[in-house]
T-cell receptor
Protein backbone atom coordinates (compact mmCIF):
# COMPACT_ATOMS: atom_id res chain seq x y z
CA UNK A 1 0.00 0.00 0.00
CA UNK A 2 0.85 3.67 -0.10
CA UNK A 3 3.41 4.97 2.41
CA UNK A 4 3.60 8.70 3.06
CA UNK A 5 6.47 10.20 5.01
CA UNK A 6 6.32 13.72 6.37
CA UNK A 7 9.06 16.03 7.67
CA UNK A 8 9.70 17.74 9.95
CA UNK A 9 7.62 16.47 12.84
CA UNK A 10 7.80 19.85 14.56
CA UNK A 11 8.44 23.30 13.17
CA UNK A 12 8.78 26.57 15.06
CA UNK A 13 8.87 29.80 13.08
CA UNK A 14 8.83 33.49 13.88
CA UNK A 15 5.67 35.32 12.92
CA UNK A 16 6.02 36.65 9.42
CA UNK A 17 8.51 34.01 8.34
CA UNK A 18 7.76 31.14 5.96
CA UNK A 19 7.11 27.52 6.87
CA UNK A 20 7.79 24.55 4.61
CA UNK A 21 6.63 20.98 5.17
CA UNK A 22 7.74 18.14 2.91
CA UNK A 23 6.17 14.79 2.12
CA UNK A 24 7.21 11.83 0.03
CA UNK A 25 5.01 9.02 -1.23
CA UNK A 26 5.78 5.54 -2.45
CA UNK A 27 3.05 4.59 -4.92
CA UNK A 28 3.56 6.15 -8.34
CA UNK A 29 -0.15 5.59 -9.05
CA UNK A 30 -1.12 8.20 -6.43
CA UNK A 31 -2.61 11.20 -8.14
CA UNK A 32 -4.34 13.32 -5.48
CA UNK A 33 -2.47 15.11 -2.67
CA UNK A 34 -4.43 17.09 -0.08
CA UNK A 35 -3.15 18.98 2.93
CA UNK A 36 -5.13 19.21 6.14
CA UNK A 37 -4.84 21.51 9.15
CA UNK A 38 -5.97 20.16 12.50
CA UNK A 39 -6.28 22.17 15.67
CA UNK A 40 -6.32 20.39 19.01
CA UNK A 41 -9.49 18.34 19.45
CA UNK A 42 -10.94 19.54 16.16
CA UNK A 43 -11.58 18.00 12.77
CA UNK A 44 -8.94 18.06 10.03
CA UNK A 45 -9.72 20.87 7.60
CA UNK A 46 -8.75 20.72 3.95
CA UNK A 47 -6.58 23.75 3.23
CA UNK A 48 -5.27 23.00 -0.23
CA UNK A 49 -4.92 20.07 -2.60
CA UNK A 50 -3.18 19.27 -5.84
CA UNK A 51 -3.64 16.70 -8.54
CA UNK A 52 -0.91 14.97 -10.45
CA UNK A 53 -1.52 16.90 -13.64
CA UNK A 54 -0.43 20.13 -11.95
CA UNK A 55 2.99 21.07 -10.59
CA UNK A 56 2.03 23.94 -8.34
CA UNK A 57 -1.05 25.49 -6.82
CA UNK A 58 -1.41 28.61 -4.73
CA UNK A 59 -4.14 30.03 -2.54
CA UNK A 60 -3.26 33.34 -0.89
CA UNK A 61 -0.48 32.57 1.63
CA UNK A 62 -0.53 28.83 1.02
CA UNK A 63 1.07 26.98 -1.88
CA UNK A 64 1.71 23.36 -2.70
CA UNK A 65 4.27 21.99 -5.13
CA UNK A 66 4.40 18.49 -6.59
CA UNK A 67 7.31 16.64 -8.15
CA UNK A 68 5.93 13.44 -9.63
CA UNK A 69 9.29 12.19 -10.78
CA UNK A 70 10.77 12.39 -7.31
CA UNK A 71 7.44 11.50 -5.68
CA UNK A 72 7.42 14.34 -3.26
CA UNK A 73 5.21 17.32 -2.53
CA UNK A 74 5.53 20.28 -0.24
CA UNK A 75 3.39 22.81 1.58
CA UNK A 76 4.57 26.39 1.78
CA UNK A 77 3.03 28.93 4.14
CA UNK A 78 4.23 32.49 3.75
CA UNK A 79 3.88 35.41 6.15
CA UNK A 80 2.97 33.08 8.98
CA UNK A 81 0.57 34.25 11.67
CA UNK A 82 -0.12 32.89 15.17
CA UNK A 83 -3.40 31.39 13.93
CA UNK A 84 -1.39 29.19 11.58
CA UNK A 85 -0.23 27.23 14.63
CA UNK A 86 -1.68 23.71 14.32
CA UNK A 87 -0.85 20.20 13.19
CA UNK A 88 -0.59 19.82 9.43
CA UNK A 89 -1.06 16.50 7.66
CA UNK A 90 -0.22 15.62 4.09
CA UNK A 91 -1.98 12.75 2.37
CA UNK A 92 -2.00 10.86 -0.89
CA UNK A 93 -4.60 8.81 -2.68
CA UNK A 94 -5.26 6.93 -5.88
CA UNK A 95 -8.37 7.93 -7.77
CA UNK A 96 -9.74 4.43 -8.14
CA UNK A 97 -10.30 3.87 -4.42
CA UNK A 98 -10.12 7.39 -2.94
CA UNK A 99 -8.51 6.11 0.28
CA UNK A 100 -6.22 8.64 1.89
CA UNK A 101 -2.87 7.63 3.33
CA UNK A 102 -1.72 10.24 5.81
CA UNK A 103 1.69 11.43 6.82
CA UNK A 104 2.59 11.48 10.50
CA UNK A 105 1.87 15.19 10.86
CA UNK A 106 3.86 18.35 11.53
CA UNK A 107 3.22 20.48 14.58
CA UNK A 108 3.72 24.08 13.53
CA UNK A 109 4.19 26.76 16.16
CA UNK A 110 4.28 30.39 15.11
CA UNK A 111 6.02 32.58 17.67
CA UNK A 112 4.65 36.08 18.07
CA UNK B 1 -20.93 23.54 1.37
CA UNK B 2 -19.51 20.05 2.09
CA UNK B 3 -20.50 19.93 5.75
CA UNK B 4 -20.18 16.68 7.67
CA UNK B 5 -21.67 16.20 11.11
CA UNK B 6 -20.96 13.51 13.66
CA UNK B 7 -22.88 12.46 16.74
CA UNK B 8 -22.19 12.20 19.58
CA UNK B 9 -19.19 14.48 20.01
CA UNK B 10 -18.10 12.57 23.05
CA UNK B 11 -19.23 9.46 24.86
CA UNK B 12 -18.21 7.56 27.97
CA UNK B 13 -19.22 3.94 28.24
CA UNK B 14 -18.49 0.98 30.42
CA UNK B 15 -16.32 -1.89 29.31
CA UNK B 16 -18.33 -4.54 27.49
CA UNK B 17 -21.06 -2.25 26.20
CA UNK B 18 -21.61 -1.08 22.62
CA UNK B 19 -21.54 2.44 21.27
CA UNK B 20 -22.96 3.78 17.99
CA UNK B 21 -21.52 6.82 16.23
CA UNK B 22 -23.37 8.55 13.41
CA UNK B 23 -21.83 10.41 10.50
CA UNK B 24 -23.97 12.57 8.23
CA UNK B 25 -23.27 14.60 5.13
CA UNK B 26 -25.55 17.62 5.55
CA UNK B 27 -25.51 19.35 2.19
CA UNK B 28 -24.37 16.74 -0.28
CA UNK B 29 -24.78 13.09 -1.07
CA UNK B 30 -21.83 10.92 -0.22
CA UNK B 31 -21.55 7.60 -1.97
CA UNK B 32 -18.36 6.91 -0.03
CA UNK B 33 -17.63 7.57 3.61
CA UNK B 34 -14.54 6.69 5.57
CA UNK B 35 -13.92 5.95 9.23
CA UNK B 36 -10.66 6.86 10.92
CA UNK B 37 -9.23 6.45 14.38
CA UNK B 38 -6.77 8.90 15.85
CA UNK B 39 -4.82 8.32 19.05
CA UNK B 40 -3.36 11.32 20.94
CA UNK B 41 -0.58 13.07 19.05
CA UNK B 42 -0.78 10.57 16.21
CA UNK B 43 -1.95 10.62 12.64
CA UNK B 44 -5.27 9.45 11.27
CA UNK B 45 -5.48 5.74 10.63
CA UNK B 46 -8.08 4.55 8.14
CA UNK B 47 -10.28 1.85 9.62
CA UNK B 48 -12.75 1.19 6.82
CA UNK B 49 -14.36 2.45 3.66
CA UNK B 50 -18.13 2.59 3.58
CA UNK B 51 -20.10 2.60 0.35
CA UNK B 52 -23.84 3.20 0.30
CA UNK B 53 -25.78 -0.01 -0.05
CA UNK B 54 -22.83 -2.37 0.17
CA UNK B 55 -20.62 -3.95 2.79
CA UNK B 56 -17.81 -1.91 4.24
CA UNK B 57 -14.23 -2.64 3.32
CA UNK B 58 -11.97 -2.90 6.34
CA UNK B 59 -8.27 -2.14 6.51
CA UNK B 60 -5.87 -4.83 7.53
CA UNK B 61 -5.86 -5.39 11.26
CA UNK B 62 -9.30 -3.87 11.88
CA UNK B 63 -11.81 -6.37 13.28
CA UNK B 64 -14.98 -6.14 11.23
CA UNK B 65 -17.03 -7.93 13.90
CA UNK B 66 -15.95 -5.42 16.50
CA UNK B 67 -16.38 -2.27 14.41
CA UNK B 68 -19.70 -2.62 12.62
CA UNK B 69 -20.29 -0.16 9.82
CA UNK B 70 -23.58 0.52 8.11
CA UNK B 71 -24.06 2.95 5.22
CA UNK B 72 -27.83 2.92 4.92
CA UNK B 73 -28.28 6.05 2.82
CA UNK B 74 -26.31 8.56 0.77
CA UNK B 75 -26.12 10.87 3.78
CA UNK B 76 -25.68 8.55 6.76
CA UNK B 77 -23.07 6.06 7.88
CA UNK B 78 -22.84 4.56 11.36
CA UNK B 79 -19.99 2.95 13.25
CA UNK B 80 -20.83 0.66 16.16
CA UNK B 81 -18.05 -0.30 18.53
CA UNK B 82 -19.18 -3.59 20.02
CA UNK B 83 -18.06 -4.93 23.40
CA UNK B 84 -15.88 -1.88 23.91
CA UNK B 85 -12.73 -2.13 26.00
CA UNK B 86 -10.43 0.58 27.40
CA UNK B 87 -8.00 0.10 24.52
CA UNK B 88 -10.79 1.19 22.14
CA UNK B 89 -10.73 4.64 23.72
CA UNK B 90 -9.80 7.02 20.94
CA UNK B 91 -10.93 9.86 18.71
CA UNK B 92 -13.09 8.46 15.90
CA UNK B 93 -13.50 10.66 12.82
CA UNK B 94 -15.56 10.07 9.73
CA UNK B 95 -15.14 11.69 6.36
CA UNK B 96 -17.31 11.87 3.29
CA UNK B 97 -16.17 12.10 -0.30
CA UNK B 98 -17.50 15.11 -2.13
CA UNK B 99 -16.73 15.71 -5.76
CA UNK B 100 -14.01 13.73 -7.49
CA UNK B 101 -11.56 13.19 -4.66
CA UNK B 102 -12.08 15.71 -1.87
CA UNK B 103 -12.83 14.36 1.58
CA UNK B 104 -14.44 16.46 4.27
CA UNK B 105 -14.23 15.42 7.87
CA UNK B 106 -16.75 15.29 10.65
CA UNK B 107 -15.91 16.92 13.99
CA UNK B 108 -14.99 13.61 15.55
CA UNK B 109 -16.24 11.57 18.48
CA UNK B 110 -14.12 11.11 21.56
CA UNK B 111 -14.80 7.69 23.02
CA UNK B 112 -13.73 6.85 26.55
CA UNK B 113 -14.25 3.30 27.78
CA UNK B 114 -14.04 2.86 31.52
Amino acid sequence: GENVEQHPSTLSVQEGDSAVIKCTYSDSASNYFPWYKQELGKRPQLIIDIRSNVGEKKDQRIAVTLNKTAKHFSLHITETQPEDSAVYFCAASISNDYKLSFGAGTTVTVRA
Amino acid sequence: GAVVSQHPSWVICKSGTSVKIECRSLDFQATTMFWYRQFPKQSLMLMATSNEGSKATYEQGVEKDKFLINHASLTLSTLTVTSAHPEDSSFYICSARAGVSEQYFGPGTRLTVT
